[in-house]
């Protein structure tokens, strides 16, 4: 059998005794990702051969080897207080409940990327997930209704479908500029 990066999904893709990894995987979890689909069978065990086509893949394909037999792992960065995704986590919890805005923020910094978020951070997030990002034709992106005297904040119409479609951190279209610095041109 000939795959892409499928093997790395996680799906049981039936009885596969050997998977032979041409060039390298890039990183020890990828390694061991793809590796893993073989043997799924009682008393096997995974196996996996690497192939590599270049000087410089034998030397990182015996290095994840030899981290593999350590029991070694990549190194995992967890990004602290990432905006992009607050901003999400936002429109859904606020979707499907009215939130006081400290106690959001209180159940937000439960979340270890965001046990240092500060409340200045918050409530700008909050303004333009309120106020929208003004765009040639409007202003857009205005999820939340925000109650500035009780500080509460209740979903507008759309927040639910925008949470529901909008779960990742690439965006869906292209309602943004991107200029060439230090000209300042639209590309």
């Known amino acids: 059998m000939v795959a892409t990066a499928s093997l790395e999904l996680g799906i049981d893709i039936g009885t596969v005794d050997l998977v032979c990894q041409i060039g390298s995987p890039r990183s020890i979890a990828v390694a061991l990702q793809r590796v893993g689909r073989s043997g799924h069978w009682v008393g096997a065990l995974p196996e996996g051969r690497f192939f590599s086509t270049t000087r410089d893949e ?79 034709r409007g202003r857009r992106g205005a999820y939340l209704h925000r109650d500035r005297v009780n500080r509460r904040l209740r979903a507008r119409r759309g927040a639910r479908l925008a949470a529901i479609t909008s779960g990742g951190a690439i965006p869906d279209n292209a309602q943004y500029a991107v200029i060439a610095e230090p000209e300042g041109a639209k590309v």
């Open 58 to 136: 034998l030397v990182e394909c015996a290095a994840l080897v030899r981290a593999i037999r350590k029991g070694e792992l990549d190194r995992l960065d967890i990004p602290e207080s990432p905006l992009d995704i607050l901003a999400q986590q936002i429109v859904a919890e606020v979707a499907c409940d009215k939130y006081a805005e400290a106690e959001l923020l209180e159940l937000i910094r439960s979340a270890y990327p965001y046990r240092n978020l500060s409340e200045k951070e918050f409530d700008e997030v909050v303004d333009v997930l309120s106020e929208g990002i003004a765009m040639s």
